[in-house]
Every structure is written in structure tokens, then in C-alpha cells.
């Protein structure tokens, strides 16, 4: 079985600053990784995904990952973000049978 | 347009008041799948599809039924509902080898 821990609920950022979303995970066997995006009164969307590779994974939006197998983490970053990314972000992983566990989401909210 | 389509999009019923979600994809996906939505839990899998008329539990399955009788489309089933069911739900699909899962725009569900 696997599971997720985002380890921050809430997170307040002003326009412009980074920002970083922290996500552990365990799971007896290897695992995807994804990072989802949820606006507000609108479904999920993909934001980026490690399959395998390069540990450090670019995705839409200006956002990016780094896969840490050693510490079983991969935490989102953005180095300035904008008001548009006021959103709930989840991280997930999935076996290799499409089953996502996802974890309980960071709400992020940015500020003029 | 590729999409994920739910409907309804809001449902108020009451407790016991059979009903049905019905979730559609025009992208030939085989993997469709439910979620539910739950403050400070994350999305959680009720139920899945492989493929026409192959479905398997997620994590919470209890009080739901689900179909897949044609490949597009995926009910979710409410025989019987009750409180605890008031969520917000979530259907996704996804071709094989893929990885990467498409949700529609959700569900909010109300059980009185």
C-alpha cells in the first residue's frame, strides 16, 4: 500500500515569491509521482509527473519537482508565483496499476 | 474538445433517495475511476474500471455501485444514500500506459 503526507494544510505566499510544497510518501514498491492543481470550482489538473529519469521534473505553469528516493520526497516549487496560482495542490503516486493515492492537499493562497 | 463530462454538477436529496452520477469520456480511455473529496483527506478511489464490464473497489467502495457496460461512460450508483455520502465527487479516466488521469469538473453531492 502506499501513502502520502503533505506536510503543509495552508500556505499564505505574496505575488512574486517562491513558494515550496512539501510531499513524503511511502510504498513498498516503486511508485509514480504526480503533482495535481485544483482551482477553485474546477476539477483536477496535471501539473507535472516523475516516471523515471532526471529527478528534477519541469511542468506547466512556471512550476517544477525534484524526486528524492532517499528521502522518499517530492516537493513542488515555483520560483515567483502570481495571483492565478492561488489553488489546492495535491501530490499523488501510483503503482504501476493506475491506482492514485493522493494526499490530503495545500491550499495555497497568494497575496497582492 | 477532449473532456471528462459529470452531471449533474450539484444534487441536494435526501437520505435513502436512490440516485445516479453519470460520468462520460470522448477520449477512448479503457481506465475510468471515482473519487471522493473530503475536507483535509485528499481524494480517495471508491471504484474502478480496467476496461468494458471490468470493475474493482478503490479504498472506500461501501455504498456505492458502479457499471461499465460501454467504454465512454462510468455511473457512479447511489442505492441508498446517507450523510456521511455528502462529498464532493470526482470522475477520471486514463489510456493504459499512460499514467496521466483526466478529471472531470465534479459532483457536489448533498445528502439531508
Known amino acids: 500500500a502506499q501513502s502520502v503526507t503533505q506536510l503543509d494544510s495552508q500556505v499564505p505566499v505574496f505575488e512574486e515569491a517562491p513558494v515550496e510544497l512539501r510531499c513524503n510518501y511511502s510504498?513498498?514498491?516503486?511508485?509514480?509521482l504526480f503533482w495535481y492543481v485544483q482551482y477553485p470550482n474546477q476539477g483536477l489538473q496535471l501539473l507535472l509527473k516523475?516516471?523515471?529519469?532526471?529527478?528534477l521534473v519541469k511542468g506547466i505553469n512556471g512550476f517544477e519537482a525534484e524526486f528524492n528516493k532517499s528521502q522518499t520526497s517530492f516537493h513542488l516549487r515555483k520560483p515567483s508565483v502570481h495571483i492565478s496560482d492561488t489553488a489546492e495542490y495535491f501530490c499523488a503516486v501510483s503503482p504501476y496499476d493506475y491506482k492514485l493515492s493522493f494526499g490530503a492537499g495545500t491550499t495555497v493562497t497568494v497575496r497582492a | 474538445e477532449a473532456q471528462v463530462t459529470q452531471n449533474p454538477r450539484y444534487l441536494i436529496t435526501v437520505t435513502g433517495k436512490k440516485l445516479t452520477v453519470t460520468c462520460s469520456q470522448n477520449?477512448?480511455?479503457?481506465?475510468m475511476s471515482w473519487y471522493r473529496q473530503d475536507p483535509g483527506l485528499g481524494l480517495r478511489q471508491i471504484y474502478y474500471s480496467m476496461n468494458v464490464e471490468v470493475t474493482d473497489k478503490g479504498d472506500v467502495p461501501e455504498g456505492y455501485k458502479v457499471s461499465r457496460k460501454e467504454k465512454r461512460n462510468f455511473p457512479l450508483i447511489l442505492e441508498s444514500p446517507s450523510p456521511n455520502q455528502t462529498s464532493l465527487y470526482f470522475c477520471?479516466?486514463?489510456?493504459?500506459?499512460?499514467?496521466?488521469?483526466?478529471f472531470g469538473p465534479g459532483t457536489r453531492l448533498t445528502v439531508l
Open positions: 477520449m477512448n480511455h479503457e481506465y
Open positions: 510504498s513498498s514498491v516503486s511508485v509514480y
Open positions: 516523475y516516471l523515471s529519469g532526471s529527478t
Open positions: 477520471a479516466s486514463s489510456a493504459l500506459g499512460t499514467d496521466t488521469q483526466y
